[in-house]
Every structure is written in C-alpha cells, then in structure tokens.
C-alpha cells in the first residue's frame, strides 16, 4: 500500500500562471485535507475534501483557489493565477475517517518566479 | 468548535534534558489527539495518538504524552533529548463527531544544543 503521493514534489510557475498540484490517498482512504506551510511558519489548514464533496473550505482564499476530490483520480488543489506570495509548500493528508490519523505527503514545493 | 493551541513557538533544551512541548485544545466531544513531527525539508511523521484509550500514550523515538481532560492538555514529553529531535512539532486534533475535521496547533521549534 503507497502512501499519500503528491505531485509534482517541485514546481515553478511565472506570476499569473496556473498551478495545479495533485494528491493520491492511499488506499481506501476517502478523506483528504490540503495544508499550506508558508516559510518559517507553520501548517495552515485549508481545505478537507471527501470523494465529491468539500467539506470545509474555511482555510482557502477566496479568489483563485479552489479543490476538488473526485469519485475517480487523485485529488486537485487548483491556483489560478499565482503570484509571489503564492509560494509555499503545500501537503495533502487523507485518511480513512473517524478518529483515526492522517498520513502526510512529501509535499509539492511552489515557487512562483 | 474546536481549536488547538501550542502555547511554545519555540523551546531549546540542551542535549540529554528533558522536553516538554505544551498544547491545549478546546472542544466540546472527547476528541482524538495527535502529534506530528516534521523534519526540514522533510514531511510529517505521526509520532503518537491519543484516541479514548489509555491517557498515557507512548510513541515513537521515546516520546510520550498524556491526555488531561481537567486541563484540556495533551503535552508532549522525552525524558532526555537527543540532536536528532531537532524539528518542528505539530499537536492535532479532530472532532470524532460530525465532519472529522482536522486542525493543526501552530507548530513548536524544538532546538536541542550540544
């Protein structure tokens, strides 16, 4: 059983370019968080994803951000438009539901140039 | 609602002392507990979880942590410190209940000097 795999682990966008990472739970899981971890700082929630359904959606932007989990494939976190302060790693988790923990990606490292 | 917080942005011990890294969560259900430790450069690895069961929880790399439902705690603890616990320390919570959200403290530095 693969854990969470992330792609791409690094990727380099020019300002007002779109940015699409993508999260594979492992298997059986159906529950998907989104984290962003800004230099220095710590994990920021964003996102908690179901198959086809968002959860909660208190942590993302507004503008410019969006996700998705779909029934079939890997889950999506979309960023249209980047700009500098866009620039971050952001990991995913899932995990099978209830109390039970989450597993971590590698991450995918953002640099928005 | 439910929160967490890590009441240490950043502890430094010296090598071979004891650690204790402090959180505090806020919730109205018994919750899970979790920490997570996460390397540089590296992803986050579970070092223990608290789930209903015993409140002393051992993990890994001898760490342990106990919940403390009076206080709301659940702090992290080694008794002698090693170079290798140098990194950043997240407590997590998630609500058994309703949505199982789950929210990460704002993490703590542990800097272990020679």
């Known amino acids: 059983n693969a854990g969470v795999m992330q792609n791409p682990r690094h990727l380099v966008r020019r300002r007002g370019q779109e940015a699409r990472l993508r999260c594979s739970p492992m298997k059986g899981h159906s529950h998907v968080y989104w984290y962003r971890q800004l230099p220095e700082e710590g994990l920021k929630f964003m996102v908690y994803?179901?198959?086809?359904?968002?959860?909660?959606e208190s942590g993302m932007p507004k503008e410019r951000f969006s996700a998705e989990f779909p029934k079939e494939g890997p889950s999506i976190l979309r960023i249209q438009q980047v700009v500098r302060g866009d620039s971050a790693a952001y990991f995913c988790?899932?995990?099978?539901?209830?109390?039970?923990?989450?597993?971590f990606g590698q991450g995918t490292r953002l640099t928005v140039v | 609602a439910q929160s967490v917080t890590q009441l240490d942005s950043h502890v430094s011990v010296s090598e071979g002392t004891p650690v204790l890294l402090r959180c505090n969560y806020s919730?109205?259900?018994?919750?899970?507990l979790f920490w997570y430790v996460q390397h540089p450069n590296k992803g986050l690895q579970l070092l223990l979880k608290y789930t209903s069961a015993a409140t002393l929880v051992k993990g890994i790399n001898g760490f342990e942590a106990e919940f403390k439902k009076s206080e709301t705690s659940f702090h992290l603890t080694k008794p002698s410190a090693h170079m290798s616990d140098a990194a950043e320390y997240f407590c997590?919570?998630?609500?058994?209940?309703?949505?199982?959200?789950?929210?990460f403290g704002a993490g703590t530095r542990l800097t272990v000097k020679p």
């Open positions: 919730s109205s259900y018994s919750p899970s």
């Open positions: 994803l179901q198959k086809e359904n968002i959860i909660d």
């Open positions: 988790a899932s995990s099978p539901g209830g109390s039970n923990e989450a597993f």
């Open positions: 997590v919570v998630i609500l058994p209940r309703g949505n199982n959200d789950m929210r």
